[in-house]
Every structure is written in structure tokens, then in C-alpha cells.
């Protein structure tokens, strides 16, 4: 039995919400209180596994920003190739889990100098983002007597439409420009760097298969071309994700089949022939994560303002600011929302807002639920993902909410 908006892999028990198979009411004894997050690593396994089911050979790595916690970054490395960090704590975490240091690619386009330090003496590869970074690179290289291994971010001439967030195309903060990066390889080769290969990355939150198969083929084509300029044989080719998950009531979920039809033909066609034994990576945040995770959250207050029934929960937008609508999203949608138990009797419309002092704090406008008050849990679903760690915590002034792995 489920309720409308739900993500498929959720299960009731006796009228409640299980998490990880415990009753939410007995999760929130257990983890002491509310607001938290709980997620499912059953739900994480099966994703990857899903992926791997899709996709053919490819190196899988986690992009961890999407979702850092320590152990389920512990649960991750026991699933995934390899990470993509993009700062130092990122790579401490990732390093914990026992990953090997070469199977780690550190990005992000204002890496300091001690972070490339730190990645260069722990074996990680750096994707170099620009001139500017690689001199630095060299530098921190020399330094400490250890050849950096490199990769080259690129971005890429093309523009992938259908993205939640677009990475790619026109000018960009991230990578170096498609026509600039021979020069960029010929450095390389000039200071004795260890070439590892090319990351493309150019969008993010993509539900629309045929464009993702395009912006892969493109990409294919476009390191293929780089890649005679290379300073050695490419091992690593990157081509990002940006595989998306459903949040909104229109949102069908992303067709994994024709993307893994498209890539085997790619590397069949072109890497195989082309670029030798270069492993493929694709590498996804959000799609391994963000289904697995809830927010819960308790009621505090219902209250009628002029006709509106109000249920005030004891989280908020400073804990899951993306469910309030306020990151990066061009119009305000819900994310779905429901109440720990199925009721019976009429479900009710009501908005569920958090308990900072803005009108920002919205997790669910007109939303229907069973009739549900004071001391009722609520849970916000598609948290897995850009949850905790992309939000404002210090906002208010409020308790930062625990994080749980069942
Ligand atoms: C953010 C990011 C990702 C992850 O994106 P998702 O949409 O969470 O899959 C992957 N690669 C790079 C370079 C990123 O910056």
C-alpha cells in the first residue's frame, strides 16, 4: 500500500512508514528525536544495481557531494568503482572508506593549493580546471617530489538541454574551453605530469533519456578528437551523469535502457577502436542517493490562518532547503510529502511549513494528508540527495537534525 508521490521501494507496516524496515515511530525513538534524516541503504544497493543491470562495463564512481555522510560513503565504496571529491574533506572521506587513491578524481574550480597538495601526496587525480591551476599543479607536484596524476576537465562546445542545471557550453566557471585544451595537454606533457584523461561534466537532474544518449555521444566524440593531442594514451574518460531522479508529480522516472543501449554501442563503435583499454566512467550523485533518503520531521502546531490549515513542523528549509524550493529552482513545486501513518477517513489539504521565521519555509503548499496535528511525524521524501549538506543549518539558530543509515 502506498500513497501518491511516494517513490517506489517505500514500504508500510500496519498503517505506518517503514524506513529501512523499522516503523518511523520506533526510528524516532531509536535515533532520539526529530528532525533527521534517515537513509536506505537496501534502497542504495538496489540502485547501483539497477545501474550496473543498464549500463555495460563501465567504471561507476559517486559523485559525494550529493551526499557526504561517512558511512554511507562506507556503504557506497563497498558498491561504486571509485569517488569524484570536490574538496579536501570530501577526499578524507572518501579515503576512509578504503577506496583505492587511484580511483578517486578530485574536481571543483577553486581547488587551493593545499587541497592539490593534499590530493597529489594522498594519489588522487586532480581534473585540472584551468592554466592557471595546472601551473599551481606543477608547482605542489615539484614540491613534494610526486608526479600528479591529472585529468582534464573540459568544457565542452556543446550544450545539453533537458538539465535540472546546466554545466557545459557557452563560457563556464568549470574546466578548461574544448578549443584551449591542447595547449593544455601540451603543458602537460611538458612538465612530466601522468595523464590519466578527460571529465566531461555538462548537466545535472536530466530526466530526458534521448538528450543524456546525445550529450554522451558528443562527449565521445569531442575526447576522441582531444585525445590525439594527448600526452599518452587516455585511461580514464569521464563523461559525467546527470541522471535524474522524479521529483514533481509530472516527473517520470529517467529510462535507463536506451542509455545503456547507446553507451554500448559508443564503446563498441568508437571507444574500443579509438582510445584502446580507456575505462568509461560515469559518474552519478543524485541518482544513487536521492530516492533513499527522508526527512522527518514532527508536528509542532496546526493552526487556520483565513481559511488555510497550517500543520508547523519542527524542520525546515535550513535543514532541506531544496524541498522549500529555494535551490536553483526556477518555480516552486512540491516534493512529495506525506504523514508517517496512512489515516483513515478523508485525507485533508494542508501546508506544511518549517519553523524558521520566513515565508521561504515551505515544504509543502496545499498538500493532501491524513488528518494530522501535534506530535504526528511528517516526512519529505527525495532527501537523499543535496539534502542536509546543501543547506543553510546555521539559519535560526536551530539544533542541526541527526543523520541515520538503516
Ligand atoms: C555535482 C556533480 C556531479 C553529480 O551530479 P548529480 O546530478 O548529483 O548526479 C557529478 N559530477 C560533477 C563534476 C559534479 O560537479
Known amino acids: 500500500m502506498s500513497a501518491p508521490g511516494i517513490p517506489d521501494g517505500y514500504r508500510w507496516s500496519s498503517g505506518q512508514l517503514t524506513v529501512g524496515g523499522i516503523p518511523l515511530d520506533r526510528l524516532a525513538a531509536r535515533v532520539g528525536g526529530t528532525p533527521f534524516f534517515a537513509y536506505d541503504r537496501r534502497l542504495v544497493t538496489e540502485r547501483v544495481a539497477q545501474v550496473r543491470a543498464a549500463l555495460p562495463e563501465v567504471h561507476l564512481r559517486y559523485a559525494v557531494k550529493a551526499n557526504p555522510m561517512p558511512a554511507l560513503l562506507a556503504h557506497l565504496g563497498q558498491l561504486v568503482d571509485g569517488f569524484d571529491v570536490a574538496s579536501a574533506l570530501e577526499m578524507r572521506h572518501a579515503l576512509d572508506t578504503g577506496v583505492p587513491a587511484d580511483r578517486i578524481s578530485f574536481a571543483g574550480p577553486g581547488k587551493t593549493t593545499a587541497e592539490l597538495s593534499a590530493a597529489v601526496a594522498a594519489g588522487v587525480t586532480v581534473e585540472v580546471e584551468s592554466p592557471g591551476e595546472l601551473e599551481r599543479l606543477r608547482a605542489v607536484s615539484e614540491g613534494l617530489g610526486i608526479q600528479a596524476s591529472v585529468a582534464v576537465r573540459v568544457n565542452p562546445d556543446f550544450a545539453v538541454t533537458g538539465s535540472g542545471m546546466r554545466m557545459g557550453g557557452g563560457p563556464q566557471q568549470f574546466g578548461t574551453d574544448a578549443e584551449r585544451v591542447p595547449e593544455l595537454l601540451a603543458a602537460i606533457g611538458r612538465y612530466g605530469l601522468a595523464f590519466d584523461g578527460f571529465h566531461v561534466f555538462a548537466g545535472s537532474q536530466n530526466l530526458d533519456a534521448e538528450r543524456i544518449c546525445q550529450a554522451q555521444r558528443r562527449t565521445v566524440e569531442l575526447v ?183
Request: aromatic fraction near 6%; glycine fraction near 14%; proline fraction near 8%.
Open 224 to 406: 576522441v578528437k582531444l585525445a590525439a593531442e594527448a600526452p599518452g594514451p587516455v585511461r580514464h574518460l569521464n563523461i559525467g551523469g546527470g541522471f535524474g531522479i522524479p521529483y514533481f508529480p509530472k516527473d517520470r522516472p529517467l529510462d535507463l535502457a536506451p542509455i545503456g543501449a547507446n553507451l554500448a554501442r559508443l564503446l563498441d563503435d568508437v571507444v574500443r577502436p579509438l582510445l584502446g583499454d580507456a575505462e568509461v566512467v560515469v559518474e552519478l550523485g543524485r541518482y544513487l542517493v536521492g530516492e533513499a533518503g527522508v526527512y522527518v520531521t514532527r508536528v509542532v502546531d496546526r493552526k487556520v490562518s483565513r481559511g488555510t490549515t497550517y500543520l508547523v513542523v519542527d524542520g525546515g528549509m535550513h535543514h532541506q532547503l531544496a524541498a522549500s524550493g529555494n535551490f536553483g529552482q526556477v518555480i516552486r513545486r512540491n516534493y512529495p510529502v506525506a504523514a508517517g501513518r496512512l489515516g483513515d477517513g478523508e485525507p485533508e489539504t494542508v501546508t506544511v511549513v518549517g519553523s524558521l521565521c520566513t515565508p521561504l519555509d515551505l515544504l509543502g503548499k496545499a498538500v493532501r494528508l491524513p488528518r494530522t496535528g501535534p506530535g504526528d511525524l511528517v516526512v519529505v521524501f527525495q532527501a537523499g540527495a543535496y539534502g542536509l549538506t546543501a543547506s543553510p543549518v546555521r539559519f535560526l539558530s536551530h539544533p542541526e537534525p541527526v543523520e541515520v543509515l538503516v
